[in-house]
């Protein structure tokens, strides 16, 4: 029997005035009992502060992105990076306004895939897009001609942009967020009020994207770390997630009130529960050490071609 028949049977065996009702039920208790299931089945919202940026930012890249290849060509931003910046966004909104966010708010597992969900997959996927010079394009030429001497005379944004872009001030940025937002008093204040909970999600969707920035480039030929200080740049990413993991999983006691007070939509324990939080959290950190590995793969492939092209020279 497939996943859709407990529906269908639970649907056909009430009279057709109530059969709405119990469907809705019978779906409901379905989703209940697959969790993984329940976070892309369940229900979806429609807040304005999520939308209206992200149909903003999608407005301004699609009218970038066309103007950019009409005047460059096209592979000034080749059709995949439009897609991975369409995918980040999705993801963006799957997180924000999705099941997710429901599910977040009573289950601290779930919270916690809600965060790297921004963390991990939205905010690379964003930055791989290029948005900065699409974004740039999407812009009338006038305002660019005004804005951008304006910026470049503002010795403080252009200080505060260099500033950033240095990896250990991108690394202690995001790891100071990721660890000052998990401290129980922030934490519980962030889930008792809507707005506090808005500047959680911006604060990391910010510092995820000034971490990336390194990894990534914000353009096409930005510099990046090589893959040596990539390697270190992504080991030193670990330890913070990795003990809040550790915490987590073997604290005897619930660390958050908020989730003593929700009902767990799947019947776990607090503690069941804040232990499959820190499973989740010590999961991230083999993400980061897979990253690790293929930039100490990508070093030693460097290292070789150097010396491939030195031995002929040498000879000489």
Do not use: C
């Amino acid at each position: 029997m497939n996943l859709a028949a407990p529906l269908i049977l639970a649907a056909a065996a009430h009279p057709s005035g109530a059969r709405g009702h119990h469907a809705s039920e019978a779906a409901s208790l379905f989703l209940r009992s697959h969790p993984v299931l329940a976070m892309f089945a369940g229900r979806w919202q429609a807040e304005a502060t999520v939308l209206v940026p992200a149909a903003l930012a999608a407005l301004l890249y699609a009218a970038g992105w066309l103007r950019l290849r009409r005047a460059a060509g096209r592979n000034s931003v080749p059709a995949w990076r439009a897609a991975l910046f369409a995918l980040g966004l999705l993801a963006l909104l799957w997180a924000l306004e999705g099941p997710l966010d429901d599910l977040g708010d009573a289950s601290f597992a779930f919270h916690m895939i809600q965060h790297e969900s921004l963390i991990l997959v939205a905010a690379p996927l964003l930055l791989l897009g290029l948005p900065a010079p699409v974004f740039a394009w999407a812009l009338p030429r006038r305002w660019n001609r005004a804005t951008l001497p304006w910026f470049s005379r503002r010795r403080m944004l252009r200080r505060l942009a260099e500033w950033l872009g240095r990896p250990a001030v991108a690394w202690a940025f995001f790891n100071a967020a990721f660890a000052l937002w998990h401290l129980p008093p922030l934490y519980n204040a962030a889930q008792g009020n809507d707005w506090v909970h808005y500047s959680e999600h911006i604060t990391f969707l910010v510092a995820a994207l000034v971490y990336w920035s390194r990894l990534v480039g914000l353009g096409p030929h930005a510099r990046r770390l090589s893959a040596a200080s990539a390697a270190g740049y992504a080991a030193a990413n670990m330890p913070v997630g990795m003990l809040l993991g550790i915490w987590f999983l073997f604290s005897p006691r619930p660390v958050y009130a908020h989730y003593e007070a929700a009902e767990n939509p799947f019947g776990w324990s607090v503690l069941m529960d804040q232990q499959l939080a820190g499973a989740i959290h010590l999961l991230v950190g083999t993400v980061y050490l897979a990253l690790v590995g293929v930039y100490l793969a990508r070093w030693m492939v460097d290292l070789e071609e150097a010396e491939s092209v030195s031995k002929p020279s040498a000879s000489r």
